[in-house]
């Protein structure tokens, strides 16, 4: 959602700050602006849109200056609109703030101040923090820190800030809660923004502010407070990605890239967690006993994590015994699903920072539960506030629609499966390095499915242009089918459903006439699922229906029914997944591309939801 940049050092800030807020255009935003401290006064520059027009402003008014704070908004209270863009200022423009995040009690504090004297002119939330840091300074603070602390106790909501006041001219500040903020070390500059990518360029140490912490950054110094006013002592963190990660080297696209990237990912994931004689190792600091005891498994996630969540709760059951629910983070908080502390709660999030998985982590953990997370990036909040992690380690995802992060999630359950069925003893050593043997295959079966691309494309070609498209799977495959149709309505913007085959008689099958693109996963299985996939496949048939197949590769009997088939190589029943689902996000990428689309940035989506 917003992003927030912030720059003090020797350079202009503008282009740094614009650059940065170019890096965070995948989080999703409406509106751009940035404030520099010019000539003894805070200018301010804003624009609704796409940066490019925020650009096109200041080629004509630029603004000088060596600190700054930059922001990209994604409306949350007000339109997108030049007056609610941030950065916002207090009465007598001395104050200047940008904030991700949601000030739950702005009204009534909108009130209070108002009742001061103070005059809002936009209709958002934020616009109460410059205001009430100038009414705590007016009221006696002694310092910029002292009116920042006594503002941060009054707020209840959820905020990354970033500070810079006119009469300060050697320092911005910055404070989070809730929602991400990290400061990047420069020689003789520092930086503020939302994650590291934003200034992967320009870094190679940061800290991650905790919750509830102030920072005051100077060019050459941090300092870092709780709210309380107590001095931390921060921990710096080596960047462990390359500038490049975040770069869309030579691909049209960040998705398309990320899509191709797969295969490396598998690759190092299954190198770092296997050793040459078969031991898998989770990296958890939760002990082997531990799982031994365990006889309850909570997931909890969103979007495409929740799918592979689904695909979590299917591996987990048949491989542990242990019992195992999923559900959407977004639902499980505000249900009363009768956890005891003895239940381990698996949240999956690429991001870490999204707002109802970690809303999930704080309630568990008050019910005594152990949290152990599966996630993609270091230092985010769900990493911070778990007990162990399973990191995926994909680098930075850019493109808005997940692709890496997704396949990525399901090698960690697959891993983790496997590891807890060994330690429980449910899978002998030998079942375990026979199950090792084959998910070794999958990188390179991965790999298969992207050099098919240009047949996929002729595919996502053909069929873009339809209102809507059903994906039919079952079993393991039955979250395929979830997530394919999410990547279509996502990147594409087409509609589509995503439907447990069997499911179909009772309803979808009213939507099937020779129009509607049906996208059928239905590789061969050791078991009755492709026999059923199959019964599925002809009733669509009969109704004339435009069928896709996923389907293993030298399946003869498939091409008889289908119009379009995608063939994938034949992987053991419980890894198909992390194969077949690149079919479809690459079926996805094509229509998407097809209808012309903002493929990495598509309209209304943020690439990490960190508000409810
Ligand atoms: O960062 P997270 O994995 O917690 O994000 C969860 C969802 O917001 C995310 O997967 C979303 O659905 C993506 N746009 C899917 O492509």
Same mark, same amino acid.
């Given at each position: 959602m917003c992003g927030v940049v912030g720059y003090i050092g020797s350079k202009e800030a503008a282009p740094i700050l614009i650059d940065g807020l170019q890096r965070l255009e995948y989080r999703g935003?409406?509106?751009?602006?940035?404030?520099?401290?010019?000539?003894?006064?805070?200018?301010?520059? &804003?624009?609704?849109?796409?940066? /490019?027009?925020?650009? &096109?402003?200041l080629a004509i008014h630029p603004i000088k200056g060596t600190r700054g704070i930059g922001h990209t908004r994604w409306a949350t209270h007000g339109a997108p609109s030049q007056i609610n863009s941030h950065p916002h200022l207090s009465s007598d423009g001395s104050i200047s703030v940008v904030h991700n995040g949601i000030i739950e009690n702005y009204a009534e504090l909108r009130e209070e101040l108002s009742t001061k004297g103070h005059k809002?002119?936009?209709? $958002?939330?934020? +616009?109460?923090?410059?205001?009430?840091? @100038?009414q705590s300074l007016k009221e006696g603070a002694k310092s910029p820190v002292e009116a920042i602390l006594r503002t941060l106790k009054r707020l209840r909501g959820a905020y990354a800030l970033g500070?810079?006041?006119?009469? @300060?001219?050697?320092a911005i500040y910055c404070a989070r809660k809730g929602s991400p903020l990290i400061i990047g070390l420069g020689e003789h500059e520092n930086f503020i923004a939302s994650d590291v990518p934003a200034i992967i360029n320009r870094i190679k140490k940061a800290i991650y502010l905790n919750d509830g912490e102030v920072a005051v950054l100077r060019a050459d110094s941090v300092e870092i407070c709780t709210i309380e006013g107590v001095a931390v002592v921060p921990e710096i963190k080596e960047i462990s990605f390359q500038a490049e990660a975040a770069e869309c080297a030579g691909f049209e696209t960040f998705m398309l890239k990320e899509i191709h990237e797969q295969p490396r990912i598998l690759r190092a994931m299954l190198e770092k967690h296997v050793s040459a004689d078969g031991k898998i190792d989770i990296g958890s600091s939760l002990s082997p006993d531990y799982f031994r005891k365990l006889n309850r498994i909570m997931i909890v996630s969103c979007g495409t994590a929740y799918h592979a969540g689904m695909y979590g709760k299917l591996l987990l059951e048949n491989l542990t015994g242990i019992a195992v629910e999923t559900d959407l983070a977004s639902e499980f908080r505000y249900r009363d699903p009768k956890i005891d502390p003895g239940t381990l709660i698996i949240p999956v999030s690429q991001s870490g920072e999204t707002a109802d998985t970690l809303a999930s982590i704080r309630m568990a953990k008050e019910w005594g539960c152990r949290i152990c997370a599966i996630c993609n990036v270091e230092g985010s909040s769900v990493v911070r506030e778990s007990d162990a992690v399973f990191f995926t380690n994909c680098g930075p995802e850019i493109g808005v629609a997940s692709?890496?992060?997704?396949t990525a999630q399901l090698m960690a359950f697959a891993l983790f499966a496997l590891y807890v069925a060994g330690v429980r003893g449910n899978l002998t050593p030998e079942q375990i390095k026979s199950y090792l043997t084959d998910l070794q295959e999958v990188p390179d079966a991965v790999h298969y499915v992207i050099q098919k691309k240009e047949e996929i494309r002729a595919i996502g070609e053909k069929h873009h242009d339809g209102p809507s498209s059903l994906y039919l799977g079952r079993k393991f495959n039955y979250p395929t089918a979830l997530e394919g149709a999410l990547k279509n309505k996502e990147i594409s913007y087409q509609h589509a459903e995503g439907y447990a085959a069997g499911e179909m008689k009772h309803g979808?099958?009213?939507?099937?006439? @020779?129009?509607?693109?049906?996208?059928?996963?239905?590789?061969? $299985?050791?078991?009755?699922?492709? +026999?059923?996939?199959?019964?599925?496949?002809?009733? /669509? @048939?009969?109704?004339?229906?435009?069928?896709?197949?996923?389907? $293993? +590769?030298?399946d003869t009997e498939i091409a008889k029914l289908a119009g379009d088939i995608i063939y994938v190589p034949a992987v053991r029943d419980e890894f198909t997944p992390i194969v077949n689902v690149v079919g479809l996000q690459l079926l996805a990428y094509y229509a998407a591309r097809a209808r012309g689309t903002d493929i990495d940035k598509p309209r209304n989506l943020a690439k990490s939801v960190t508000v409810e």
């Open positions: 935003y409406d509106s751009a602006g940035i404030a520099v401290l010019c000539g003894g006064k805070i200018e301010s520059s &804003k624009e609704v849109g796409r940066l /490019v027009n925020l650009e &096109k402003m809002f002119i936009s209709e $958002t939330d934020t +616009e109460v923090v410059p205001h009430l840091i @100038e500070i810079l006041f006119r009469d @300060e001219p050697d692709t890496k992060a997704y979808p099958i009213a939507l099937i006439n @020779e129009a509607l693109p049906v996208i059928c996963i239905c590789t061969k $299985t050791a078991d009755e699922v492709y +026999e059923k996939m199959l019964s599925n496949i002809k009733e /669509v @048939e009969a109704r004339s229906g435009r069928i896709i197949a996923v389907a $293993t +590769e030298g």
